[in-house]
């Protein structure tokens, strides 16, 4: 029965371009994460050569002050691309995974974008994710839509229910070959980007994997249901694609602007202007009570006074550190803004599964909202790490040629986010048990089958 | 020519559609929507332009009240650029979430647009937008094929077709009347939209408006209409050629779905997959090394600047730079600003040529899809386009540069050439010539170059409107009642 319910499955014409487009398209996606990922490792590859190159040409031409050297070197810090994050490029598009700085203020070098053409963030990438989040659900919405409906308008339905000794089962086994046929078009696609993009079968593959066949099963259990209605087929069509839409843009969509007005960042702008100014107006302002601010910071460098000339390094980068010690409570500000945005995203997506499914994607990827306040912190860390180094080094102004510049290469963050597995899987499963109990409910009340 | 018969079967239709209650739970929640959508807009507008108001005042304010000190301090201390809206944004966000806001200006360095939307938002902001616009382009349409699939084909499945043509209607009739029910239709949306829209745009600006405003309004909403008649003629088309109202609505909703969803993002990765822009740091290493072969200004042994040394020392017959008669290291700065702004140019100029091929993989399929050349063409209009956005930059960029080599010719003509020793006073001048220097302000391109811009989109539209009228015609001299 089984066999011959999915030979006539697999037969239809419209079954195997559904499914030979959906192969393709899961192929272009890993072109894409392909080339993505290119991009990243050539991105890091060429920020490792060019630190070299730019350290040692500035090292040439500033030889005498390491003070004025530091204030061109840049030093680079890069977000650790793993190879999943090929499947969900998620926002790693618009945030660059390296940031380049020097010893100078931070806040006027932290929020430096990433080019790029606008016109491909507003479209969207076809990544693997947009595949699993946009393209599945409509073709399991165009596989049982007419699930028995058909069979009633075209007449067949009453042999079937003579036929077969439960319609229940029936129904239940039309569904079954299909959720298989799609399981297994997920399995493939990711097998093959497994082999291609080399990604490992770590936790965070099986999670993606485990993500990837909830949410198929969502939509089987969202269509179970709207089958359970009994309702024509135009019907059943007509509300799945409701339901798509609202799912995948009238509900993330009403929400994105909610979290926007509700927790608007002004403070973005503010501490530009700040920082600018609290740097800038140092210059004109009385050296000594800069430099009291700056030993209030660092007690450690009190040993080094103020020398007696118009200009010196101990000077300038006190009034850089200015520059941030006082736009730090805006930096602050705006760093719990986007954590309450970021918070409140996800606890608003957990009722909203198309949205649960894409920000675990990404959140697995590492190229969530999540991953790169993280890595702003970890730069805020970077950054301190060479103002540190540098700091009693310029203030002695020791020999430029007494350091070992080769030494400083580019660093690496890593990510080390656990997966919460329970936090990922909980919701969609809710919404599948709960869609498949009134479905069969529906079913077992409805005795018109 | 009487439109009688017409008439009469688009009355009927629309009976016919009042009578089903999911139409007007529908209806309610679009009108609902399209409330949502204009409280929204109109909040992010007004939040935005304040803020960029706000900061571009006070930055100006602070600008001017710094104190007499050396022009290339000022060059440093710089100034921002802060982009603003335009009234039509709020009905059509466009790009306006994936822009940076604030770019900061200074001597030396192009800095990037920062702090976009996009950038402080997670993946949620991907799956679009609740704009006016959003809810005319993308789901009217579908409404009107929910709407309109069996036209048609419904009285074809219950055998009311042949009666009606038996009776002397004829297929031209049938399908005008149609069409014009399921326009009347969708225009008790439309039209009540377009009185809010108008009254909300006239609020915002208080009532007064420029000429320039008026026109991209005006055809912001002619626009919008002819391409929502363009689905209702679609929808009536595709009705009358289906055997069934399934097989109606299923290629309909596949139409939707291949102009709204599938073509957009598919042409333009396949544009950004074959021409492949570079990484920021690539850009820039890029450009380093080409101010590097030119010359480096800061290095004293540099040869192309060794040489405009000893030309100047030449010409005013000196035999130091300390002897000449105006600032050396002005003039010197000068030079290397021409010079690296005009090497970033030219990289920006080629970055910028392999954005316009990503795009013209989209733009080229305005012949195809009537969304596309809707939303370019609406996004051009309220200035949320990719041009204005460049245009935006290159605004900043221009200021930026002048900016510089303002306060480079001050250094020139008042600061000595003679560097003060380490204990002296610095070198000032007076801040009265702060205010020399404009204030920014963002000028969005005016309608004639909107226009000229899309020339593509409004070619297709005109396209698209002659195709129609064909297909109808066509239509009804071969359609079958079976």
């Known amino acids: 029965m089984l066999v011959l319910l999915f030979k006539n499955f697999i037969r239809s014409k419209g079954t195997k371009i559904g499914l030979l487009f959906l192969l393709i398209i899961g192929f272009i996606s890993l072109l894409t994460g392909q080339q993505f990922q290119e991009k990243q490792t050539q991105n890091i590859q060429e920020a490792a050569v060019y630190q070299k190159e730019h350290i040692a040409k500035n090292v040439k031409f500033h030889p005498d002050e390491i003070g004025l050297l530091l204030y061109y070197v840049k030093f680079s810090l890069v977000n650790n691309t793993l190879p999943i994050n090929s499947l969900a490029i998620g926002q790693r598009d618009v945030n660059p995974s390296i940031q380049s700085v020097t010893i100078r203020g931070l806040e006027g070098q932290k929020y430096d974008s990433e080019l790029n053409n606008p016109n491909n963030l507003l479209l969207g990438n076809i990544d693997f994710s947009f595949v699993l989040i946009y393209l599945f659900p409509l073709l399991i919405i165009a596989f049982s839509y007419n699930l028995v409906s058909e069979e009633k308008e075209s007449g067949t339905w009453k042999i079937v229910a003579t036929q077969s000794s439960n319609t229940f089962f029936y129904i239940l086994k039309l569904f079954y070959i299909r959720i298989l046929s799609l399981i297994t078009l997920l399995t493939i696609v990711l097998f093959i980007a497994v082999l291609f993009l080399e990604i490992p079968l770590d936790k965070s593959f099986w999670a993606f994997y485990s993500i990837g066949i909830l949410y198929i099963l969502f939509w089987f259990a969202v269509c179970f249901f709207i089958v359970s209605l009994q309702k024509n087929s135009n019907f059943n069509a007509v509300i799945l694609l409701t339901i798509w839409l609202f799912l995948i843009i009238i509900l993330p969509a009403t929400i994105n602007t909610y979290i926007v007005n509700k927790f608007p960042v002004p403070e973005a702008l503010e501490l530009t202007v700040k920082q600018r100014n609290a740097y800038h107006e140092k210059w004109d302002m009385d050296k000594q009570t800069t430099l009291d601010k700056f030993y209030n910071h660092y007690p450690q460098f009190k040993k080094y006074p103020l020398p007696d000339k118009e200009f010196s390094w101990l000077w300038y980068y006190a009034m850089q550190q200015m520059g941030d010690d006082e736009s730090a409570k805006e930096s602050q500000e705006l760093a719990v803004k986007l954590k309450q945005r970021n918070n409140a995203s996800q606890a608003i997506a957990q009722f909203i599964p198309t949205l649960h499914a894409q920000i675990q994607l990404n959140e697995i990827a590492k190229s969530d909202l999540g991953n790169q306040l993280l890595f702003l912190d970890e730069t805020n860390k970077f950054h301190e790490k060479m103002r540190l180094y540098f700091y009693p080094k310029i203030f002695d102004n020791e020999a430029v040629s007494n350091e070992n510049w080769s030494k400083f290469k580019v660093e690496t963050f890593n990510d080390t986010t656990e997966v919460h597995l329970i936090k990922s899987f909980l919701p969609l499963l809710i919404f599948n048990l709960l869609f498949l109990f009134v479905g069969c409910w529906n079913f077992r009340n409805k005795n018109s089958y | ?482």
């Open chain 2, 1 to 482: 020519m009487s439109l009688y018969n017409e008439i009469l079967i688009a009355k009927h239709f629309r009976n016919s559609v009042f009578k089903n209650s999911a139409v007007f739970i529908i209806t309610l929640f679009i009108g609902v929507l399209l409330l949502y959508a204009t409280f929204s807009g109109w909040e992010n507008y007004n939040n935005q332009n304040q803020t960029s108001e706000k900061y571009q005042h006070e930055s100006r304010e602070d600008w001017l009240n710094n104190p007499d000190k050396n022009p290339h301090r000022m060059a440093h201390y710089g100034n921002f650029a802060f982009r603003k809206s335009t009234s039509l944004s709020v009905f059509e966000f466009g790009m306006e979430p994936f822009f940076g806001n604030a770019i900061f200006l200074e001597a030396h360095k192009q800095n990037s647009a920062n702090f976009s939307e996009a950038g402080f938002s997670n993946s949620m902001l991907r799956f679009g937008e609740i704009s006016i616009a959003m809810v005319l382009q993308i789901l009217l349409p579908l409404l009107i094929f929910f709407l309109g699939f069996n036209a048609v084909a419904a009285e074809r499945e219950n055998g009311t077709l042949k009666l009606l043509l038996s009776q002397g209607i004829s297929w031209k009739e049938l399908l005008l009347g149609k069409f014009f029910g399921i326009a009347s239709v969708t225009m008790l949306l439309y039209i009540p939209t377009i009185i809010v829209l108008i009254l909300v745009w006239l609020f915002l600006q208080n009532f007064t408006i420029s000429l320039d405003e008026t026109i991209k309004m005006i055809l912001f909403i002619g626009f919008h209409l002819i391409y929502l008649l363009f689905f209702c003629t679609i929808a009536v088309l595709i009705s009358a050629s289906s055997k069934t109202s399934k097989k109606a609505l299923i290629s309909l909703i596949g139409i939707w779905l291949i102009f709204t969803i599938i073509l957009p993002r598919g042409t333009q990765a396949l544009g950004a997959y074959i021409y492949e822009a570079p990484s920021k740091i690539q850009f820039n290493s890029d450009i380093e090394k080409d101010i590097l072969k030119q010359g480096d200004s800061h290095n004293p042994n540099d040869v192309y600047y060794k040489a405009i040394k000893d030309s100047l020392l030449r010409v005013y017959k000196v035999d130091s730079v300390q002897k000449l008669p105006f600032n050396y290291s002005g003039f010197i700065m000068t030079e290397g600003e021409k010079i690296s702004s005009k090497i970033y140019n030219k990289h920006l100029e080629t970055l910028l040529q392999v954005y316009a091929k990503q795009n013209s993989f989209s733009r080229a399929t305005s012949f195809v899809n009537p969304y596309i050349a809707m939303k370019n063409l609406s996004m051009a209009l309220s200035n949320t386009d990719y041009d204005s956005y460049i245009d935006f930059q290159n605004q900043a960029e221009k200021y930026r540069y002048e900016m510089a080599q303002k306060m480079n010719a001050l250094q020139i003509k008042y600061i000595s050439n003679i560097k003060p020793k380490d204990t002296d006073k610095p070198l000032i001048i007076n801040k009265n010539h702060w205010a020399e220097v404009g204030e920014f302000h963002y000028q969005p391109k005016g309608i004639l170059e909107v226009l000229k811009n899309e020339i593509v989109s409004i070619f297709s539209i005109i396209l698209w409107i002659f195709l129609l009228f064909l297909l109808i015609r066509i239509a009804a001299k071969n359609l079958k009642a079976i």
